[in-house]
T-cell receptor, first 112, second 112 residues
Framework: NAGVMQNPRHLVRRRGQEARLRCSPMKGHSHVYWYRQLPEEGLKFMVYLQKENIIDESGMPKERFSAEFPKEGPSILRIQQVVRGDSAAYFC??????????FGQGTRLTVV | GENVEQHPSTLSVQEGDSAVIKCTYSDSASNYFPWYKQELGKRPQLIIDIRSNVGEKKDQRIAVTLNKTAKHFSLHITETQPEDSAVYFCAASRDSGYALNFGKGTSLLVTP
């Protein structure tokens, strides 16, 4: 079991560009969560998805951010028109629902 | 929504001593309380979790206690070792399949 796989590990974008972050959950896990971590801070919940459904997006900024978890393929977190304040580590986690969530290695986004 | 407070923010102990980290939560509907360890530049790793029908759980040198009436839970690490040095996060949620609300983290330093 390869664990939760995220790519890319590091992503540099210029202001105004789009960032796409990918997450493949652990085998057998149907629950996917995205969290954002700013330097020296905790993990902030963004969105919770199951296949083809957004279950809870209460932590997602209303504009520029979107997430999906299609029937086939990885979950995608998309940030349009990135700004400097979007620079952070974005972690994906997955769960079977019965046990705790396991995190991926994260994508470190730098906006220049 | 749920609000999780974590104390202390930094903790320094000598090797062999015990370390205790405390968290409080606000939502009485929370029933699942995991703890994560995050080393610098790495992913958060689930180290232990407890559900509200249990008051205490132990795994080797790590134990977690829960007081549901007072809405607080604690992580206890005994016989600390330098490799225990990391940032520890507590979290709370309605159940293991739901999104996690994290505390701000405790940076633990174990000095030889």
């Amino acid at each position: 079991n390869a664990g939760v796989m995220q790519n890319p590990r590091h992503l540099v974008r210029r202001r105004g560009q789009e960032a796409r972050l990918r997450c493949s959950p652990m085998k057998g896990h149907s629950h996917v969560y995205w969290y954002r971590q700013l330097p020296e801070e905790g993990l902030k919940f963004m969105v919770y998805l199951q296949k083809e459904n957004i279950i809870d997006e209460s932590g997602m900024p209303k504009e520029r951010f979107s997430a999906e978890f299609p029937k086939e393929g990885p979950s995608i977190l998309r940030i349009q028109q990135v700004v400097r304040g979007d620079s952070a580590a974005y972690f994906c986690a997955s769960s079977s629902g019965d046990h705790g969530a396991f995190f991926g290695q994260g994508t470190r986004l730098t906006v220049v | 929504g749920e609000n999780v407070e974590q104390h202390p923010s930094t903790l320094s102990v000598q090797e062999g001593d015990s370390a205790v980290i405390k968290c409080t939560y606000s939502d009485s509907a929370s029933n699942y309380f995991p703890w994560y360890k995050q080393e610098l530049g790495k992913r958060p790793q689930l180290i232990i979790d407890i559900r509200s029908n249990v008051g205490e759980k132990k795994d080797q040198r790590i134990a977690v206690t829960l007081n549901k009436t007072a809405k607080h839970f604690s992580l206890h690490i005994t016989e600390t070792q330098p490799e225990d040095s990391a940032v520890y996060f507590c979290a709370a949620s309605r159940d293991s399949g739901y999104a996690l609300n994290f505390g701000k983290g405790t940076s633990l330093l174990v000095t030889p």
